[in-house]
């Protein structure tokens, strides 16, 4: 009778985290736009960096129009056109996706439906057309409507030509995510890096959807090789930055990269390397809150361990047939 009594309840205690288990993730509740400004910030020759909710915009004028970088949420539209109005009355030709997440891809829509073209690495297109899952914290974000992706996609590299104005944009594999692309208006040496680099925070690496720190780390090596002490670098997140900063950057996600290659191959799991706080030293300069540094150890984990288990069926087979 204890016996069974006891297997009732270890059968009920199961079945409730079961249940726990299988409950939807819930997306955290939209930001309030009716309270968000968006701030210019005056990069030289005619570029600006423009803040709000979500991404950071670079805006590039040309004689007859705009190149766009990143339009974060189809809401604040209407300001974000109007913060462009104060510094040139030109129409925005082209907006360029550095990535496909929402808070730089939201004004995809809107700002098409004024005559942007919208440009992007085709796997921004093939991400937003099918929807995707956050790896973290499993919400699904359903595929975006026909008129919100890209009309022209590129693979490699690509040239956006206005008169007085060329961008240069370039993939970057498998970094924050798939598809990144980073844009270098090399003219006026100002460099719109998306969220392969978040200045001042650790970045998201988006594991569930390609991203890599490795090929973060690849991603700071060619920012590095274009960028002089001069440079103006436009972050995903946070202000602008230098040279200096970017050098910064790259230092602690290579010491995170190796603190982690190491529990790694030790076999340590996801649990146990949180419990061990490797990144420490590192949070108080880059982690905003509690939360974001275990979350950092998480997607590092996740960037190297997945990868690790993805090569193991190869070899398998590798020595099965040898």
């Known amino acids: 009778?204890?016996?069974?009594?006891?297997?009732?309840?270890?059968?009920?205690?199961?079945?409730?985290?079961?249940?726990?288990?299988?409950?939807?993730?819930?997306a955290p509740p939209p930001p309030d736009f009716s309270k968000v400004e968006i701030k210019t910030t005056d990069l030289g020759d005619n570029v600006y960096l423009l803040g709000g909710q979500?991404?950071?915009?670079?805006?590039?004028?040309?004689?007859?129009g705009i190149i766009m970088v990143d339009g974060e949420f189809a809401p604040l539209h209407d300001?974000?056109?109007?913060?462009?109005?104060?510094?040139?009355?030109?129409?925005?030709?082209?907006?360029?996706?550095?990535?496909?997440?929402?808070?730089?891809?939201?004004?995809?829509?809107?700002?098409?439906?004024?005559?942007a073209t919208v440009v992007s690495e085709i796997n921004v297109r093939t991400r937003l057309a099918a929807g995707t899952t956050n790896g973290l914290t499993g919400v699904k974000t359903p595929p975006v409507p026909e008129a919100a992706l890209p009309a022209k996609t590129y693979t490699g590299s690509?040239?956006?030509?206005?008169?007085?104005?060329?961008?240069?944009?370039?993939?970057?594999?498998?970094?924050?995510?798939?598809?990144?692309?980073?844009v270098w208006f090399k003219t006026a040496n100002v460099l719109a890096t998306g969220d392969t680099f978040t200045n001042g925070r650790y970045p998201n690496i988006d594991f569930a959807n390609g991203g890599n720190i490795k090929g973060m780390i690849a991603a700071t090596d060619?920012?590095?090789k274009l960028v002089n002490d001069r440079s103006r670098i436009v972050p995903g997140h946070g202000p602008v930055a230098d040279?200096?900063?970017?050098?910064a950057y790259r230092a602690m996600l290579v010491t995170a990269r190796d603190r982690m290659a190491k529990l790694v191959s030790d076999g340590k799991s996801e649990?146990?390397?949180?419990?061990?706080?490797?990144?420490?030293?590192?949070?108080?300069?880059?982690?905003?809150?509690e939360l974001a540094a275990s979350d950092f150890i998480r997607v590092?984990?996740?960037?190297?361990?997945?990868?690790?288990?993805?090569?193991?069926?190869?070899?398998?087979?590798l020595f099965r047939r040898s």
């Open 1 to 26: 009778m204890i016996r069974h009594g006891f297997a009732a309840i270890a059968g009920a205690v199961l079945l409730a985290g079961a249940a726990i288990a299988q409950q939807p993730a819930v």
């Open 54 to 64: 979500g991404g950071n915009i670079t805006v590039a004028v040309a004689r007859n």
């Open 79 to 115: 300001k974000i056109k109007a913060a462009i109005a104060l510094v040139s009355n030109l129409p925005i030709k082209y907006l360029v996706n550095t990535h496909f997440h929402g808070d730089h891809t939201g004004g995809n829509e809107p700002f098409a439906r004024d005559g």
């Open 158 to 182: 690509l040239k956006i030509r206005l008169p007085g104005r060329v961008a240069d944009l370039r993939h970057i594999a498998n970094a924050h995510t798939d598809g990144d692309t980073y």
């Open 222 to 224: 060619a920012y590095l």
């Open 243 to 247: 040279r200096a900063a970017l050098v």
């Open 271 to 289: 649990d146990d390397v949180v419990a061990a706080k490797p990144f420490a030293d590192l949070d108080a300069k880059w982690a905003r809150d």
């Open 300 to 317: 590092v984990y996740h960037s190297l361990k997945d990868v690790q288990d993805e090569k193991k069926p190869l070899l398998k087979r």
